[in-house]
């Protein structure tokens, strides 16, 4: 992300450009955001299919809001409550008409044991059970940072937060994280496991 786009033009004077109907700046925009905005709605929905639905419906609406967008205030952040307000929406949506899926274990490999293949399984299951029960903030810092790779700065110019703000919300996602699957694992080992 270093070099081209660190002299490319700000966020805001893209935004402005968009305003005024330049397309290229629309795209510039589209390609610095897309990996945070998918990151900002996977923190909210499990699946990989509504992840990008999502994202896409994100995108839509701040390029239908854009007109209202003000060019003096950072546009991360701006972009960040819309693609949270879009997964918010389709996580309630889901809620309601959430039905349980069918277990999608299809025969791994040969030589896998059925037993590895259900644990495993089980520990992902647990993992993203645990990521989801993080409160928002730490669980969309978590998402960007660890899961994402971006670093403390550049997911607190996202949220809107400062980066020793997002240090201390991976620091308490981590934790929790931590004695959620410590606690399932002591749990475990007295089941034959």
């Given at each position: 992300?270093?070099?081209?786009?660190?002299?490319?033009?700000?966020d805001?004077?893209?935004?402005?450009?968009?305003?005024?109907?330049?397309?290229?700046?629309?795209?510039q925009?589209?390609?610095?955001?897309?990996?945070?905005?998918?990151?900002?709605?996977?923190?909210?929905?499990?699946?990989?299919?509504?992840?990008?639905?999502?994202?896409?419906?994100?995108?839509?609406?701040?390029?239908?809001?854009?007109?209202?967008?003000?060019?003096?205030?950072?546009f991360?952040?701006?972009?960040?409550?819309i693609?949270?307000?879009?997964?918010?929406?389709?996580?309630?949506?889901?809620?309601?008409?959430?039905?349980?899926?069918?277990?999608?274990?299809?025969?791994?490999?040969?030589?896998?044991?059925?037993?590895?293949?259900?644990?495993?399984?089980?520990?992902?299951?647990?993992?993203?059970?645990?990521?989801?029960?993080?409160?928002?903030?730490?669980?969309?810092?978590?998402?960007?940072?660890?899961?994402?790779g971006?670093?403390?700065?550049?997911?607190?110019r996202?949220?809107?937060l400062?980066?020793?703000?997002?240090?201390?919300?991976?620091?308490?996602?981590?934790?929790?994280?931590r004695?959620?699957?410590?606690?399932?694992?002591?749990?475990?080992?007295?089941?034959?496991?």
């Amino acid at each position: 992300m270093a070099g081209a786009e660190a002299d490319a033009d700000s966020d805001e004077e893209l935004a402005r450009r968009v305003q005024s109907g330049d397309r290229e700046a629309l795209e510039q925009l589209v390609r610095r955001y897309v990996r945070p905005v998918h990151a900002v709605v996977a923190s909210f929905l499990p699946d990989p299919t509504q992840v990008e639905d999502a994202a896409q419906e994100a995108f839509l609406r701040a390029l239908r809001a854009l007109h209202q967008y003000d060019p003096h205030r950072p546009f991360a952040p701006w972009l960040y409550q819309i693609a949270r307000n879009v997964a918010r929406n389709q996580s309630a949506a889901q809620a309601v008409r959430r039905t349980e899926p069918l277990p999608a274990d299809g025969p791994a490999s040969p030589q896998a044991a059925p037993d590895l293949d259900t644990e495993r399984a089980e520990i992902r299951a647990r993992v993203d059970h645990q990521v989801a029960l993080l409160p928002e903030q730490r669980r969309t810092a978590f998402r960007l940072v660890d899961v994402d790779g971006m670093s403390a700065e550049e997911a607190g110019r996202i949220m809107g937060l400062s980066a020793g703000t997002i240090r201390a919300h991976l620091h308490n996602a981590r934790k929790q994280l931590r004695e959620a699957l410590t606690e399932y694992a002591a749990g475990t080992k007295g089941h034959g496991g």
